[in-house]
């Protein structure tokens, strides 16, 4: 990985994808579709946006990459857009709050998630310096929980109807948590 500064874009590549700083001018309709696709959002616990490109710019506006970022997720072969991965960071505490969307549903249950938040944890708790990980879930979100499982999340807690559901009514929150000190010896476990 590259010596990065705060302010500057970032570029981190596997073997299948890169991931770069999502700029206002990345914003496309198939990025703008993904906020207004009801299954997407679903799992993020909302409903569609109902955005228009302007909405979709202005919030990617919003990141700084300092403590709030925003990447693209693109494929090796052919700088195709299938994703986006947002980070916010909280110095002051130590956490870092990350969200990952895969928007194309071809990606889906193919291990994407996976491989592309690897070296972000890396790069949050070795260049950005964050004590924690931590993340959030609105409602049931089963495909997410199982890539905290894998990566070896602990639960940390369940806070009943905390957030509004689809639909109406209430929504559980679920928080799931991974400290510096266990990422470093889960890598030093599978020998990394």
């Not at 999340?153 to 510096?180: C, N, P, S, W």
Request: hydrophobic share 40%.
């Amino acid at each position: 990985m590259n010596p990065w500064q705060p302010g500057e874009p970032l570029r981190i590549e596997t073997e299948r994808f890169y991931v770069r700083t999502f700029t206002p001018d990345d914003v496309n309709e198939t990025y703008l579709g993904w906020w207004n696709d009801a299954e997407i959002q679903k799992g993020f616990g909302f409903p569609p946006r109902n955005w228009d490109l302007k909405m979709a710019t202005d919030h990617v506006r919003q990141f700084n990459n300092r403590d709030k970022f925003h990447f693209g997720i693109y494929l090796k072969s052919n700088d195709e857009l299938i994703g986006f991965y947002t980070l916010f960071v909280e110095s002051d505490i130590g956490i870092a709050v990350p969200n990952i969307c895969i928007g194309d549903k071809n990606y889906w249950g193919k291990h994407t998630a996976t491989e592309v938040v690897t070296p972000f944890f890396d790069f949050i708790f070795k260049v950005l310096g964050a004590n924690k990980i931590e993340v959030r879930i609105r409602g049931a979100n089963p495909a997410s929980i199982g890539i905290l499982k894998h990566f070896g999340f602990t639960k940390e807690g369940q806070l009943r109807q905390r957030v509004e559901g689809i639909g109406g009514g209430r929504a559980d929150l679920h928080i799931y948590g991974m400290l510096k000190e266990e990422w470093l010896a889960s890598l030093a476990d599978q020998g990394s």
